[in-house]
Structure formats: C-alpha cells, structure tokens
C-alpha cells in the first residue's frame, strides 16, 4: 500500500500564487506515476496534472497549463504542484493520486492511491 499526504493548500488572492506537496510513503517504488486533481462541491473530480515517476512524461488539463507545474522529488518521494496566476475557478478541494501501471493517466479510474485533499480557495 501506498499513503499519500497533502499539504500546502490554503487562501490566496486572484493572480497569486500556491505549491502543493505530496508525500508519499509504503511501498512507493510500485508507483510509476502521480498526479493532480480537483474537485468542486457538486461537480465531478476534474485531472489537473500528471507526471511519471522518471520525470519523461508530463500532461496538464488545458485549464491550467502555462500556469500550473508539477514536478517530483524522487529522493523525497514527494510531488509538487507549482500553480502560479491563481484564478478564482481554481477554488477547489486538490487530491493528490499515484497510479501503479503504465498509461497516461488522465482519469479518476487510473489511479489506484489518492490522498485526502487539500483544499485551495482564491479570492477575488
């Protein structure tokens, strides 16, 4: 089993700026990827972003690429969430996810961990 832990979240203003961390604990070497989503009462979970755990692949939901970077520390098993230009519409609950298999992993049912949230509110 892999644990995964948020932190980071918080209130920041329009146009500002967060990182989110994801610590990783158990046994993170079953892990070949990690990503991003979020979600807004009512709606469902949405991808963020996702990168492998060698760094080679890297995809970002349209919403926030040039905006939004995710990186990871393999030394650390930990994964970032660089988000730069916050927007009111990035309010959300963040899960950060880790996914045992190959694959791109830009829906919910790819991965196989997910942590407990944190959550991200922008004001205006």
């Known amino acids: 089993q892999v644990q995964l832990v948020e932190s980071g979240g918080g209130l920041v203003q329009a146009g500002g700026s967060l990182r989110l961390s994801c610590a990783a604990s158990?046994?993170?070497?079953?892990?070949?990827?990690m990503g991003w989503f979020r979600q807004v009462p009512g709606k469902e979970r949405e991808f963020v972003a996702t990168i492998s755990w060698n760094g080679e692949s890297i995809s970002y939901a349209d919403s926030v690429k040039g905006r939004f970077t995710i990186s990871r520390d393999i030394a650390k098993n930990t994964a970032y969430l660089q988000m730069n230009s916050l927007k009111q519409e990035d309010t959300a609950v963040y899960y950060c996810t880790g996914r045992r298999s190959l694959g791109r992993g830009l829906r919910v049912d790819d991965y196989d961990y997910w942590g407990q949230g944190t959550q991200v509110t922008v004001s205006s």
């Open positions: 158990g046994r993170t070497f079953s892990m070949f990827r």
